[in-house]
Each structure stands twice: as C-alpha cells, then as structure tokens.
C-alpha cells in the first residue's frame, strides 16, 4: 500500500508491508525455521513436556527474563501451572506478533504470564480488558475471582474498578455462583459501602445470612460481618422475623443484641427525638442506594436530547417507622443542555447591544431534584440525591455510574459530562433512551443533646 506524503515532495510516498512481516514471523514460530532455542514447558499434573522451537532475538526483544534465561543455553524447560501452559502457545506468539485473542476464563493465566516473564505491554493489555470486561456475562462469574486476584498481584486500578463494579450491581451478584466465593475481607470492604445498589438491607441480610451459613467462619469474624447490617434501615416486622427465624441471628444474637435494640428505638421515636440521646451522624442510620419504591424512582428519558423534561415522584419521607405514613413528593427537571453562568448570553456594551452567539453544544446535562412541598418534619434531616445510570453492557443492563449531590447536578460538576447525549450510539444510551433511578437518601444530623 502506498501513501502520498503531504510535506511538500510529491513523488514521496510510504511503502508499508507491515502484514506480510507479521505473516512471516508467524510462520518462523509455527515452522522453527532458523530456531536457536527450545522451550520446554511443563506441569505438574502431566510427564509430557510441550515443546517450541524459538528464536532468541525475538524472545529477548520482548522479556528480559527469556534475556537472562537464554543468555548462556540453549534449551529451557519451564514449569508452569495447567492453565497457564495451556495458553503458552498464545503468550508465545504475541511476543512474536504483538497480538493475542483472549476469553474471560484466560485473562488471569495470561496476566500471570506477562507478569512472570515481565512482558509489561502485555500484563498492561490484559488488565485493560478485564477492566473493560467487568460486565460479560459468564456461567461462574469472574468479577470477584478477578478482584481477588488484583489483590494479590498489587494492581490497585483493577481492584478498584471490580470493587466499584460489585457495589453497583450487587444485586446481580448477590444471586449468582460467584456470591459464595467472596472473602471475608471482601465481604467486609462492601459491607463499609454506603454506595452499594440493591433492592432493601434486608435483601443484603438474607444473602450474608446464606454466605455465613455456607462459610462457617469463626465467631470473631461472623460476629463483624453481621455488626455491619444496618438494621436501622429494617421495618420492625422484619427485624421481628429475623429474630424468630434465622438460625445465624441465633447464634450471635448476643454481639448485635444492642444493635437490634438500638433499631427498634430508632423505629419507636421521631428521628428529631432519637438524634437528641443518640449519635446518628454514622453510617448505621445513612441507608444504602435501595431501588425500593419507597426510596426512589426510575425514569426513562426516551431522546433525552431533545428538550427538557420533568417528571415527579413519592418516596416515604424516612426509613423510621414513625415516619412510615408520611410522603415527599419531589418534582425533577432533566435539562440536556443546561448552560452555566459563564457560558450565559452577556449584552454587549456597543451601540447594537449585540448578543454572544452561544452554541448549543455548549450545555451540558443537568438534572434538579426539589421537594415540592416543605414540612416541619423536615427539621433535622437533609437528602441526598443519588442518581444511577443504566447502560445496556454485553447484553445486560447494569449501572454504569452512579452520581450523589443534594440539591442538583449542578454539585456533581461530571454530570453525564461524557454521555454525548447528541449521538444515538452513546454508551449511555439504551434504544436511544437515557435510563436513570432516582433514589432519595434521609441523612440525619445530630441535635442539641438533652442532659441526662
């Protein structure tokens, strides 16, 4: 293929058959021509040997451990365990190509390799896509197995990013295979979360409750995962349940004792009559983003670039009992290309008294949540907004990001900042509709004490 070079010279041009050298190098590792050095790898499991016939330069252009290996032989054996050895003859050939296709069940085997064999362009690829891939569907699952290995080899971007992925869809994986092989510390890192998305606490209780039950860890550390339920956020009938059936909540019933006390107090009094004798400024009374009706509402905005929309919604005014009966409306406006204050039109001081062209393109998104109503039985509380964004992701909706302020978006200054709304191939996109939930979060503040 020839290119015209654009610098002046009009007979220049570039000649490019990168390809057929590709081609060629496959052809040198599939036919050993010229081969200077052999690889033996082995596995425990097995007395056969896989045998590839190589060529040095190219190993040691790529890992400086193959450098140091072949440096004073020529013949290595290698030992490697069953799933690594079965993708050598990939990993093998991306050092000679620059390429490699892999599943999800291989990235971790192959991640193991680069990082063996300090093949530093590799190990970086494969992290990418498993950050890229959190979202593929899988018979086992992978997030969590992906999460624990991050923690092992240091890769704090990837652990965090599965972290994030679990608490925003942790409904999906509180129901899958996956949810018996988090660890404790795991487990404990999500419990601390006040970000996690599922339908109610006590959602979150029934399937600690099956993983303490399959796990049997001991006393100390049942004893921490179960102090971690926010059962302030449970209705007392519920509570009451748990304490008649669940055989776990037996067991320990004496290290949260004070905790389920502490619940139902908080159920009995007015949340401006509990915050005068307790602390509520902590995270057992802040609830989690609980898709329940009563705390929120979804909203589908079909061509959400077209205009303003708006839309109102109900949410119980607290999760306390007292305030069971009593509801907030909140009215919503979506704006897709708000424009901030130094954006606005500004009148020109000349005769004309012209006006700056301003550009659509210069909004941005905005969304406003007020309450349409104030009351008395506001004092002492304020909200938090949470809004979570649906993206439909190999082949399955889950939350793409998740944005918290009080008043508007406005506060969140990344607000769909990088949706790109105009464009009906948005990633934020679902059949050119924007899908969000809403969900209302009470936080309680703590008042004047009374002296005891």
Known sequence: AQKADLSGDATAATINHSLTLL??????????????SVLRVRTAASDEAKVFHTHQLLLSLQSEVFESLLRNQSVVTLHEPPEAAALFEKFIRYLYCGGVSILLHQAIPMHQL??????????????????THLASESSQGHVVGWYHYAVRVGDAALQESCLQFLAWNLSAVLGSAEWGS?????????????DLVLHSELELYTA???WLSRRQPEGPVAERVLRAIRYPMI??????????????????YSAVQDLLFQAFQFHAASPLHFAKYFDVNCSMFLPRNYLAPSWGSQWVINNPARDDRSTSFQTQLGPSSHDAGKRVTWNVLFSPRWLPVSLRPVYSDSVSGAVQPVRIEDGRPRLVITPA????????????????VGVRQQGRVLVKHAYSFHQSSDEAADFLAHADLQKRTSEYLIDNSLHLHIIIKPVYHSLIKVKK
């Open 182 to 194: 988090v660890s404790v510390e795991l487990l404990l890192l999500l419990l601390e979360r006040s």
């Open 23 to 36: 081609q060629r190098l496959q052809e040198l590792l599939q036919n050993g021509n010229g081969s200077d």
């Open 208 to 210: 600690v409750e099956g």
């Open 114 to 131: 680069a990082s063996k064999y300090r093949v530093w362009g590799l190990q970086r690829g494969v992290a990418d896509y498993m950050k």
């Open 373 to 388: 109503m104030s009351s008395p039985d506001f004092a002492g509380v304020s909200f938090q907004k949470t809004v979570l």
């Open 235 to 252: 209705a007392p009938s519920q509570l009451f349940r748990l304490q008649a059936q669940s055989a776990v909540l037996a067991r320990h």
